[in-house]
């Protein structure tokens, strides 16, 4: 009974009603009033107190106001951090891409098949174990054949096998090092180039206008540096002193960018070992380039 009494005590207490008058000080006339109950008080301080934090955090959010409070970044920061993030992904492709361009270009140079010629030797493979195609010559055929060979049979236009390809004997060639030639090309099973004697610490120049592939050291050939050229050129320079030009670097015909040395395992003496790759296969440097 004592409980359910002071309940009703205290529900009775909040809404018993109070006024709230103001009277003038001189004459004692009331001046103002108001009927409250502490019902009412809590009611409205309550609502009160939830519509400025409303209006506080709409302030806040949907305005400037934001970018004061600690740690929340502005919005030109926003657009930093999205453009960082697409300039990584864009630079991660870029450097897997590089990085596949060089491992090429180093399997060549070793006179290795590059992984995607592998693929495709595979496939010509299977291709050819798995299908067989044979070709029937027709008497027409045979005939018009004849016909042709006569007519080139003394046309000096006509290129054999071993003679040099069109393409290069129309480019000028700038002559990487003066000196003899003590090593041919093909001179070996696995020798891509020429071998040129001279001075330890001459000058090796670049043949043409390109752009540094690799500059570096391998443990058989030493500091070597590749170059890339147009109509699909690459020349290669092998056992040097030391390298004058990095990777990237863009190269005129005729610029320093080596020293004659002995650098690598598979060398006897101070020498350049150069070599010429058109189109992913290596030419012999003497027919377009004059050592002496």
Do not use: C
């Amino acid at each position: 009974m004592s409980g359910s009494k002071n309940k009703k005590t205290f529900i009775q207490k909040i809404r018993n009603k109070y006024r709230l008058a103001i009277f003038n000080e001189q004459s004692y006339e009331e001046v103002w009033r108001m009927r409250l109950s502490r019902l009412n008080v809590f009611t409205v301080v309550g609502t009160s107190a939830i519509i400025l934090v409303a209006l506080v955090t709409l302030l806040i959010a949907y305005t400037g106001l934001r970018e004061y409070i600690p740690g929340y970044p502005d919005a030109n920061q926003r657009i930093m951090m999205v453009r960082n993030v697409n300039r990584v992904d864009s630079l991660i492709a870029e450097i897997k891409k590089r990085d596949e361009f060089f491992t090429s270009i180093k399997t060549v140079v070793q006179g290795e098949v590059p992984p995607s010629e592998e693929l495709e030797e595979e496939a010509e493979g299977e291709m050819s174990s798995n299908e067989t195609i044979s070709f029937k010559t027709s008497k027409e055929d045979m005939a018009f054949r004849q016909k042709i060979e006569e007519q080139e049979k003394y046309n000096l236009s006509v290129l054999a096998d071993n003679e040099k390809i069109p393409e290069l004997n129309q480019i000028y060639f700038f002559t990487p090092l003066k000196g003899i030639v003590v090593k041919k090309f093909k001179d070996g099973e696995y020798h891509f180039g020429v071998d040129i004697v001279s001075k330890p610490g001459e000058t090796v120049s670049s043949i043409m206008p390109g752009t540094v592939i690799f500059s570096g050291w391998t443990v058989e050939t030493g500091y070597v540096i590749m170059i890339q050229h147009t109509s699909d050129l690459i020349s290669t320079y092998k056992h040097n002193a030391n390298l004058l030009k990095k990777a990237g670097d863009k190269i005129e015909a005729g610029e320093a960018i080596a020293n004659v040395g002995n650098s690598g395992e598979l060398t006897t003496g101070p020498h350049l070992h150069f070599e010429l790759w058109y189109q992913g296969t290596a030419v012999n440097p003497e027919e377009y380039i004059l050592f002496e």
